[in-house]
Structure formats: structure tokens, C-alpha cells
């Protein structure tokens, strides 16, 4: 029995299939959406989103942090921003990390919250080029 | 009676108005069909989110401490109202709609004694309150309809209204903004965002089902990221409601006034030959008078 796994960024679906297995990038580490897995709904860090069929990778999507709802045979993935990882657009990127930095430069240090959350997006921009580097 | 030439340049002039309102009808009916199509595109998104709020909600209720955005500051004191029009007129009363309503809450609250604050979003609203309740502006957001509506623009204004709440200067935040039908029919409505209003009841997550959700890293860390997140989803939503209403609401306005321009060139166009008939019968009766007389 296949999952039927859908990818949403806030402005539109991009992927409602099924598939055998969908490795997503959880906060606290990956974990696989299967069939029959328990309910559970996990924080996304930035990542690649990989799609299985038959034990082989039929599609990779990045996505920029997010939120995932699993039930047994659905998996719903809601990503802040999300892009299939062969249009990753390194360069794009790149110039995101090189701003992010200076903005942590600039950063008052004593401001915990606001260094989480620039922490996060350099960690998910990083993650962006990563993904589109080794692809 | 007006003369021929003052007429004639009348029926000109109504015609080439006819030109523009049926211009403007046609690229609010393109704009229209695409602002559609991307509200449609965005609502699995917020319907998502709205599920897995709801189900968390279910499985904290009952603990101490619930983030404020959703537990609300314990107070009622102060409320931001957050009225979205468009940048530009021409459009009927979409506009006229949100001020009219906007204007009845903030008297009302202002009755009950509560302390009012607006956030115009689209240059007719700012405008607007800039005349009529310049003291209450904290801040504005104008000049992106027309446009592709980004999300970054939601996320931003959803963060400005979330310092503001944190920094408790704000204790109840509401959103009023035309709920899109159809080309036809926009509805006023407001809507509260702050605190979280949970639909309950709607059957979409069975009792017995909540209690086997696994939650990862916890409940309340989920939770405090989603809040945010949410809001900002809900204020994107009703941009993007926004700017299908508007490029509705004036489709239908200009086809109107292309009917009424139509309307009113075929009167212009009676009187104008009855003008003539009666000019050149009068000339005859002249004529005919003259000879008989000699």
C-alpha cells in the first residue's frame, strides 16, 4: 500500500503522488514516512525531501524549514518554501548566505530570538546550496 | 436647447469614455482569472495548517502555558484593526464597503471603551483613515496590489503584527477584508486573528484519533512555530481575497458604466436628430413663409 504524499508551499501544491517511501528532513534528524507508520507531526528543518518507488529515488524537492503531518497512508508536507532540487538556483542562494551573514554580523548578539531565527534561515539557505551542488 | 455642435461633442466625448470603462472591463476580466486561480492554489495550504492547529490545540488544551498568540494576553484592551482595500478607486463600493465597516467597529469599540489602533493595508484605506482617524495609524502597508501578491509581503506584515502583540501593545488583532464569492459579490467580513480563533466542531478529526498523534520535537515548540506561521497564511489568504475582489468587483463596475455610457449615448443620439429634424423644419417653415409672403 503506497503513501500518497503532498508538498505544499504556501502558494500552491507542487506534488500530490503516491509513493513508497518519503525521507523528510526532520528537526531533530531525518525520518522516512511509510505505510502504516504512526501519526505524527514533525518540525522540518531545511532539507531535501526524497521520494522512493521500488527502493529507487523518483524525485527530490528542497524545501526551506516547514511542517509535516504523517497518518498511516498520507504525508503532508508544509513547507515555507519549497523547490524541485534540480531548479535550485545556486547563485541565488549563495547571494542569500552572503547577506544572512552580514545581517549575523550586524546582529545584536543579546538578542537570542532574532540569532535563532537568522541562525535557521543560514542553516536552510546552507542546506539549499548543498542540495543543489550535489545534484 | 443645446445646439447641434455642443451635441455632437457630447456623444464624442461619452464615446470615448465607453472605450476606457470597456478597456478596464476587460483587463480586471484577465487579472481576475489569474488573482483566482492563485487564491485557489493557495487554500490547501491554509486548510492544511488550519487541520494541524486544530488537532494541537486539542491535544494542549488543558495546560498552564499556552502561547500567547493563541491563549491571548489575558486582556482586551487594545484592538488592531487591519482593514484591506486596493491601491486604486474605480471599483464600485469594494472599497467604500471596508471603510464603511471598518468605521462601524472602531465606534463600537470605542463605545465600549476600548482603545483603538488601525493598520491600513492599500492606499484607499490609508487614505481613507488618514482623513478620518489619523490619531489611530500605527503603520501602513500600500502600493503592491496590481501585482503579483509575493509572500513575503504576508510574511512581513504577519511578523510587524506579531512584535506589536508580543510587545503587548496590541491585545486582539482583526483582519477586515472582502470575502471573495464571484465577479458579482464580494462580502465584508472581519475576521479575528489574534488571539487564534480554533474551529471546533467541524468532524474533520475524530476524538479518539487525536490521542495517537505523535508530536515531534513537542507540542508546545510545534505549536509556537506554527502560530506565526499561521497568521501570516491567514493574512496571505486574504490578500490574495483581496485582490480577486477587487479586480472582480470592477469588472462588473465597468461593465455597468460600459452599459450606462451605451444607455446614454443612444439618448444623446435621439435628441441630436430630433434637434436637427426640427432645425431643418423650422428653416423650411421660414422658407415656404418668406414665398408666400412676396
New interface residues.
Partial sequence: MPVQIEIISPEKVLVSCQVDMAVLPGIDGDLAAMPEHAPIMLLLRGGVVTLYKDDTIIDTYFVGGGFADITQNRCVVLADRATPVQNIDIDRATAELEALSQLWEKADKSDVARLNILQNEILSVQAEIDAGSSS | MASLKELRARIGSVKSTRKITSAMKMVAAAKLRRAQA?AE??R??AQ??Q??IG??AVSVAGEVTLPPLLAGTGQDRVHLLVPLTSDRGLCGGFNANIHKLTKRMISRLQSEGKVVRLLPVGRRAFDFFMRHHADLIVDKLIGFSGKEIP?SI?SSLGEKINTLFESREIDVCTLVFNRFHNAMMQKPLCQQLVPVVIETGKGTVPAD?VA??????DET??LS??LP?NL??QI?AALLETAAGENGARMTAMDNATRNAGRSIDRLTQVYNRTRQANITKELIEIISGAQAV
Fill in positions: 492563485s492554489a493557495a490547501p495550504y492544511a495548517m487541520r494541524m488537532e494541537l509572500f504576508a484519533n495517537a498523534y505523535d508530536f515531534e520535537p515548540t510545534l512555530s506554527l506561521r501570516q497564511v496571505y
